[in-house]
């Protein structure tokens, strides 16, 4: 058997699955986020590790753990969590939605040197200024730090002992030569660190250490357990759907939108906001379109006419062409490929004729054209997409999955039920890194159905588009 960990924001999950990937129980151990000034978001790594307790007696009671094999790790990114020589955390962890360190990394941005090497533009929430904000305000602190860990790598080294990371973890943090995947002298010594104060680097695949003899006697799990190099959330989750080799894709419609497409090479173009990672995997990296608010922004717009977004979307029917009616869904600015904390939300081309389910199918065709725009900075570097699968809660409207599907101009496959996340490929790396297998075990999940694009309205939604685009150049020329 095998177990993943998917250490997120609200909560650590935890699958056991057996040799067949059959998933045989599951757990969830809640945490909470703490924000004591605006913009900062924290978490107390100690947190963690009870969650971890819990989820693990848990799946003990569910099932005998002595045939466990293997434990694979996913987690949040770009968290900053620092400790001394002892091992003891210095400070809260400053999350990944984190933006007090915005004026260190624009500074960093401003420097050539970052985006050539890293692949990457310096977000404020990645972790380099988060620790360079430290060593601005906390000085103290920065002098005592002897090793930077990640989330899920704070994890593993309470789990192993072992301060290790793993590629495509590392691959937020600003710090990595992702073309060559180790970290980067050069760019710590900017931090004013060396490659001491980093994690030792693995493959997500590649057995990292073994499970402490306390743990494995206390969850009744036998000796010599490995722990996986697992992965970033992300890419634990494209693992989980198979999504390993070029031309595979997700689409996860979640509070925000990802585009997330498997590649064989390291193709990076910072500037157009597209993430360039590495993947899970040896010799892969992977690239992300991001749109801050998916359906974030329908229930936001859910919220402004009192209904719930599964009522407006059930009453829509079939799909229908764009009216004038125009929707930016930047309600919190934008990632891909805007690069643009500013930005804010629109609604042109109001009419009277403009009720609440106009006004729905605006917001839907917003959110799949600020989507398109992410395919459209994928493709500007090479990236081709054949198979794209869809999940997360938006997946549940097929009128929204047939409007991707014609805008995007990609049939979209929607998985049987089940859970094929991050714990799923945290477990499938943890059974790779027990056995030796590869790629060959992350296959997708079964599909359920295919949605084909709409080829008698596409003219359509490429003249809504056009005037998307349109109104994106002129409010942003206006403010």
Known sequence: MYIGLDLGTSGLKAVLTDDSQAILAEATAPLSVQRPASGWSEQNPSDWLQAAEAVMAELGAAQDLGAVRGIGLS???????????????????????????????????????????????????????????????????????????????????????????????????????????????????????????????????????????????RWGLGPGVVVAGGAGDNAASA??????????????LGTSGVLFAASDAYRPDAPSAVHTFCHALPGAWHQMGVVLACTDALNWYARLVQSDAQTLTAGLGALQAPSETVFLPFLGGERTPHNDPAARGAFTGLGHATDRSAGTRAVLEGISFALADCYAALRSTGTQIDSLVAVGGGSRSDHWLQMLATVLNLPVDVPAAGDFGGAFGAARLGQMAATGAGAEIATPPPVDRRIDPDTSLQAAFSDAHARYRAVCSALKEAL
């Open 75 to 217: 987690g949040q990114m770009h968290g900053a969590t620092l400790i001394d020589k002892a091992g003891d955390v210095l400070r809260p962890c400053m999350l990944w939605n984190d933006t007090r360190a915005y004026a260190e990394a624009a500074q960093m941005d401003a420097n050539p040197v970052w985006r050539e090497i890293s692949g990457n533009i310096v977000f404020a929430g990645f972790t380099a200024p988060k620790v360079a904000w430290v060593r601005a305000r906390e000085p103290e602190t920065f002098a005592r730090c002897d090793k930077i860990l990640l989330p899920k790598d704070y994890l593993r080294f309470w789990l192993t002992g072992e301060p290790v990371s793993e590629m495509s973890d590392a691959a937020g943090t600003s710090w990595l030569d992702t073309g060559a995947r180790d970290w980067s002298d050069r760019l710590l010594d900017e931090s004013g660190l060396s490659r001491a104060h980093m994690p030792r680097l693995v493959e997500g695949s590649d057995v990292s250490g073994e499970l402490r003899p306390e743990l494995a006697k």
């Open 239 to 252: 693992v989980g759907m198979g999504v390993v080799e070029p031309g595979q894709a997700f689409l996860s």
